[in-house]
């Protein structure tokens, strides 16, 4: 129940309320409303990086990780991925990259290519590149990605029209 407020909480954007919360919640201990410490983790890093505070979300992420003794899951690759978020916040663009592509190697081995998680991480890479102002292969991913979306998830879906629009603004950027 309490994890469902910080849930609410964090879509309304307060943000401190939740923080408040999820420290209400990690301090009950032998309760089945308490997420494992991985979640905890994971939700709080979520937060900080709404809030632009890369470092904390980093961080967050960095001990959720640990938590997992480094095992390779999809839950340990989402919380990579996020990492990568935090990365690219904090401007660190080849360790972003570096992740990201690490990322994608394990998608691609175990899913289809065109699953919708492997093309937020290639977005993601696309994202990062424009980043580093490398516009060509930007383009040239997000073009790919588009085109996979579209034939997978339709052209009015949410993430179709946000490769479209950072796909503009890299079109923009080269002039």
Not at 29 to 48: A, C, M, N, P, R
Request: proline share 1%; net charge negative; charged share 35%.
């Amino acid at each position: 129940m309490r994890i469902s407020i910080v849930r609410c909480l964090t879509k309304l954007r307060k943000f401190d309320e939740a923080m408040s919360k999820f420290e209400e919640v990690s301090s009950t201990t032998h309760s089945e409303e308490t997420f494992d410490e991985v979640s905890v983790l994971q939700y709080k890093g979520d937060i900080f990086l709404l809030r632009h505070e890369y470092e904390k979300a980093l961080e967050s992420y960095e001990k959720a990780k640990n938590y997992m003794c480094n095992k390779v899951s999809s839950k340990a690759l989402f919380i990579e991925y996020k990492i990568a978020l935090s990365l690219t916040g904090l401007m660190h663009f080849d360790k972003a990259l570096e992740k990201c592509k690490e990322v994608e190697n394990w998608q691609i081995t175990h899913l289809t290519d065109q699953h919708p998680d492997v093309l937020r991480t290639k977005h993601l890479i696309a994202s990062v590149l424009t980043d580093k102002e490398e516009y060509g292969k930007a383009i040239e991913i997000y073009k790919e990605v588009e085109q996979m979306q579209v034939k997978n998830l339709g052209k009015e879906n949410p993430d179709v029209l946000d490769t479209k629009q950072d796909l503009a603004k890299a079109y923009y950027k080269i002039g």
